[in-house]
């Protein structure tokens, strides 16, 4: 009976541990020791991955704030930093280089026929006023704009961080305010001159020969040919781009966040530097590059036989109108 | 010398902005400028969180590079300043900050902006440490200085100093970083440090 007892107490022992040995690990894990509450909470790498900013609830009134983390300044800072100045440089000091050895081998154009003394009417003064307001804001934002870019470099070792932190506060000023007398005069421009600007036929024959200043003949061309044409929609698009980025940049928020105006900035970089090249070329042909070129915008008024050689068309046109006196002209003395 | 840096850790943050107040006071800051903020994210959804967020005092700080005049500089503790006699409110490290901690107050019309200012992390600017001139005035309604420099006076920035939760921490990077690990073995979990990746290229037991 006694052994019985031990028999039965003895597997119901082992039972027991068996049991507790079974149960024991399925019991420790439904009791956690902690609980994970980041298990489900945003991570900040996996919302980067997927946006380009982190944004959330602010309880400032100011909308700004509400923007946690938007990393793409980065790539922003790179482009400001190195690709900017590169396009810059290369365009800028490739165009110089490109005229002087133009200068060096064409030479001047000149009026072939020498001048006439007599002069018809190029540009009224309405125009001209127009031309150099624009003009001189042009070339205002062009250095305070290349300043931004290049003047930390180029200036600061010549005249000191505190009087280049000087000149670049009136160079912001200039740029800032110079912006609506250029941004009214690149409207007004592209009014006025709209109607003799749209591409023809003759524009065509102008570019297939070198518009007489690459090749050797004097194609045929209207009151603008198509050089001329170009400078306008370079002026007016380039003008237009840069006037409404730089307005952006300007009203901050108004119409776009941070990576709108970063967008902004890099338009209004690149178009800045390409017109400034442009406007280069522009200046050269208007002044050393051809002979009588400049009194167009300068006098209003260009001989005749300027007109002859560049704006046969033209010429004939006024002739018809009777605004210039025609017919085949001796040189004047 | 240290590496004064900020952690904000996530899974503490009560969203109670007491930081951005104790800011705003302890520097005097211009109506229109928060130094700090408090953003929540997901709010009112599973896995909300908050974060206090401020500049960061980034490594290579991307403001100070495009700077069109230099008026950056990191002193040998680590903190970004910048000297607002030589700011011209162009609002370029504005659009470089992947935090938003640059800002302006508006100055006249057309939308010219004034000095920059932002969190100095309570070590003031280039003027003569706990000057009047350091702390500054407002003049045209602008704030001429820089508020407190509680750094000359041997004290941490008062956002951290003050937090509640103590979810946010300042202090010399290794050292906080470390406690924050700390945190994050004994209660066994993390959210990773917010920013220190994007500020400092560099990530804490995530």
Known sequence: MARMGLVLRSLIAALCLWLAAAATPPAAAQQPTSVNPTAQSVKEQELLKELQKIQGRSSLPDARTRVLEQPAGREWRQFHQVTLRWIGAIVILGMLAVLLLFYLIRG??????????????????????????????????????????????????????????????????????????????????????????????????????????????????????????????????????????????????????????????????????????????????????????????????????????????????????????????APAE | MARMKFLCDADRCIECNACVTACKNEHDVPWGINRRRVVTINDGKPGERSVSMACMHCTDAPCAAVCPVNCFYTTADGVVLHSKDLCIGCGYCFYACPFGAPQYPKVGNFGSRGKMDKCTYCAGGPETDLSAAEYGSRENGQFTGYGSNRLAEGKLPLCAEMCSTKSLLAGDGEIIAQIYKERVVRRGYTSGAWGWQTAYRETIAS
């Open chain 1, 108 to 329: 001047m154009v000149r009026i072939e026929a020498g001048r006439s003394g007599r002069t018809l009417v190029r540009f009224n003064a309405f125009e001209r006023f127009v031309h150099w307001m624009t003009a001189t804001c042009f070339i205002v934002l062009a250095l305070s704009g290349l300043n931004v870019t290049f003047g930390k470099e180029l200036l600061t070792p010549l005249i000191g961080p505190e009087a280049f932190a000087g000149w670049a506060q009136w160079a912001k000023y200039a740029h800032n305010y110079l912006s609506f007398p250029f941004s009214i005069g690149v409207v007004l421009m592209f009014l006025m001159w709209i109607a003799w600007n749209f591409p023809s036929g003759t524009d065509v024959r102008w570019i297939k020969e070198g518009g007489g200043i690459v090749g050797k003949g004097h194609p045929p061309a209207r009151r603008f040919n198509a050089g001329q044409k170009m400078i306008y929609w370079v002026v007016v698009l380039g003008g237009g781009a840069a006037a409404i980025t730089g307005y952006l940049l300007m009203f901050p928020f108004y119409a776009t966040d941070v990576s709108g105006m970063q967008t902004a900035q890099m338009v209004h970089g690149i178009v800045g530097m390409l017109f400034i090249a442009i406007m280069l070329a522009h200046i050269y042909i208007g002044t050393i590059g051809m002979q009588g070129a400049f009194e167009a915008m300068g006098k209003g008024e260009v001989d005749v036989n300027w007109a002859r050689q560049h704006h046969s068309l033209w010429l004939d046109n006024e002739i018809r109108k009777g605004r210039a006196s025609g017919g085949s002209v």
